[in-house]
């Protein structure tokens, strides 16, 4: 009996590790997929304005991903972090993006040759530009310091369309954050004291007290953009 007991014992251990190996397996296989698919939207994207975009067809999509796992964090704090198990030697460098299955974890804020320390949504230096998915309707994402699973959507106008439930995702202001990426869902509507603006409470997307695998999102065309958007602003 104790024999079977052990052998049971054994057989739950090694299905725990062979299930954390599949799944180590799947999400390198979605940075794949998401590398592929950053690719052919880029050259569907040539294509539309020009038949020369065959000749393109070895160019690199806009955004390169790269996986990495959450190996320390803290969401006690005001000014929380996490750290990743990949730094410079990776490719990583400060203001990548972090995302993870969920939606938008924050941004790299340091790293050395071998980790990477990331700034999260909920770190109250953290301003995040966000639109009301639907109705387009932009403001800023801050968080106050209370709740890890909630922030503040501001400077929405009054006469915006939205309701509980609606989605909000990244704006694509930044030259860092992909457009698009969700961030949360509305859980509250506010009229802000001063009038004018509603205060919406987030529901965010990603629970930061079990985050572990991540991906590392670089714009390849990041360089080309500010570079151009410099000029304008010396003009």
């Known amino acids: 009996m104790l024999c079977g007991a052990v052998y049971s014992i054994q057989s739950d251990v ?8 599949v799944n180590d397996l799947l999400a390198a296989e979605n940075v794949r997929l998401k590398n592929l698919l950053s690719r052919n939207e880029r050259l569907l994207e040539v294509f539309s304005d020009s038949v020369r975009a065959v000749a393109m067809a070895g160019e690199q999509g806009k955004y390169y991903y790269r996986e990495a796992h959450v190996i320390n964090s803290s969401t006690n704090k005001s000014r929380n972090y996490l750290t990743l198990n990949k730094g410079s030697n990776a490719g990583i460098t400060n203001n990548m993006v972090v995302i993870d299955e969920r939606g938008v974890v924050g941004m790299v804020t340091a790293t050395s040759a071998h980790y990477s320390t990331v700034m999260p949504i909920i770190n109250t230096t953290s301003h995040l530009s966000v639109k009301l998915r639907d109705s387009q309707f932009r403001g800023q994402l801050i968080w106050n310091g209370m709740s890890a699973r909630r922030a503040t959507m501001i400077d929405v106008p009054e006469h915006a369309v939205v309701e509980v439930g609606d ?16 961030v949360g869902v509305v859980e509250e509507v506010e009229m802000d004291r001063n009038g004018g603006f509603y205060n919406l409470t987030v529901s965010l997307a990603v629970d930061y007290s079990s985050i572990y695998r991540v991906q590392v999102v670089e714009n390849l065309e990041l360089e080309e953009q500010q570079k151009l958007e410099k000029e304008n602003e010396d003009d």
């Open 14 to 21: 090694d299905e725990y590790f062979g299930l954390r190996e």
């Open 167 to 182: 989605s909000v995702v990244t704006s694509g202001s930044s030259s860092y954050f992909p457009e698009g990426l969700h």
